[in-house]
């Protein structure tokens, strides 16, 4: 096979099949300096660290109604993230922030999920960030379809992860190494279940790939892992306030080390995310969570605080 000109290399990737480019609205790469809505012309430099050595950071933002859901909590823990890295952003962080709104609203829709990726940037194939001049900013605006309300009353199946937690100096960290991750939705594909969910050493309770996982315990207590070696989703933190200060009747909220064997007792067993917001768990590990008429079922929790979080996401959301 023969070198092509540039003309006709350029000609043949913008015709180069691009699965799920359908969910792609709107996009922006500091390189280039400007917002583009042709998903074909949504690249990444293959010597960016962020693609050979997982050498970087993202958050995922969801929107709706025109609103972005904890958009200044997402920046904070990006720029907890880039100092940890020791990544400085491509642009004041004041412009981060107004290209990301920028991109969404270039997105043509009011709902949909924004992805912000802060990479070492390209420059070489080694593992040196000495190779990386820049670091690189990349904004995706995607479609999202939002989960209907057959989803909640469903709930969801889980099941106990054969992959170990993450280091603890990595866990808080929303790094773009998500190998683990991409393990655990293997293992639920291949088990026929949702939700794998990892244990530490000592048996305490982490996370789901892509979610935090919470308790209610026989006494209505909301139960959380310790947040050392988790990712504090932003939901899941929302969620912790709402319960707080529920009125009428305040919940009793704890972060603590979380036993395997509490599920077996719980009333309700919670999963967050940002899309989906509270799902209850109905089975783990095979057996049906929780008590009463709720056995088996999502909870009453889990209903209040989907909505819960719906209204106070919508009420503190920023638009766009």
């Given amino acids: 096979m023969k ?3 540039a003309h006709t290399y350029l ?9 799920g480019s359908e969910n792609v609205l709107a996009f922006y790469d500091h390189r280039v300096g400007h917002i583009c809505t042709d998903a074909a ?17 993202f958050e995922s933002i969801s929107y709706r109604q025109g609103r972005l859901f904890s958009f200044d909590q ?11 890295l020791g990544i400085p952003p491509p642009c004041p962080w004041d412009t981060l922030r107004r290209i990301i709104l920028d991109v969404a609203r270039a997105s ?28 690189g900013l990349y904004v995706v605006a995607l479609r999202k379809k939002f989960a209907g309300q057959a989803f909640y009353e469903k709930g969801l199946t889980a099941f106990t992860s054969d992959i170990p937690p993450k280091q603890e100096y990595l866990a808080r960290i929303k790094n773009t190494n998500y190998l683990p991750n991409v393990f655990m939705a293997m293992e639920a594909a291949r088990k026929g279940m949702d939700v794998a969910v990892t244990f530490d050493e000592d048996g305490f309770m982490g996370e789901a ?6 308790l209610v315990d026989e006494r209505g207590r909301l139960l959380c892992p310790e947040l050392r070696r988790i990712l504090p989703g932003t939901t899941m933190l929302a969620a912790l306030e709402l319960a707080a200060r529920r009125h009428p009747g305040p919940m009793t909220v704890i972060e603590a080390p979380i036993a395997k064997e509490q599920i077996s007792t719980a009333s309700e067993m919670l999963l967050f995310t940002s899309s989906t917001l509270c799902v209850g768990v109905t089975h783990f590990d095979g057996k049906p969570v929780g008590c009463g008429e709720h056995l088996g079922r999502p909870g009453p929790v889990a209903r209040w605080l989907k909505d819960a979080l719906l209204r106070h996401l919508m009420e503190q959301g920023t638009p766009f």
């Fill in 3 to 5: 070198a092509v000109d």
């Fill in 11 to 19: 000609a043949a990737l913008l015709a180069a099949p691009r699965p």
């Fill in 41 to 57: 012309l949504l690249l990444l430099p293959l010597d960016d660290h962020i693609c050979h050595r997982g050498d970087g950071l």
């Fill in 74 to 84: 997402h920046l904070a823990r990006l720029k907890d993230g880039a100092a940890a």
């Fill in 108 to 135: 043509g829709s009011d709902h949909g999920d924004m992805r912000v990726f802060l990479s070492r940037g390209p420059g070489g194939f080694g593992i040196s960030p000495a190779e990386c001049p820049q670091a």
């Fill in 209 to 214: 790939a892509t979610a935090n996982v919470g």
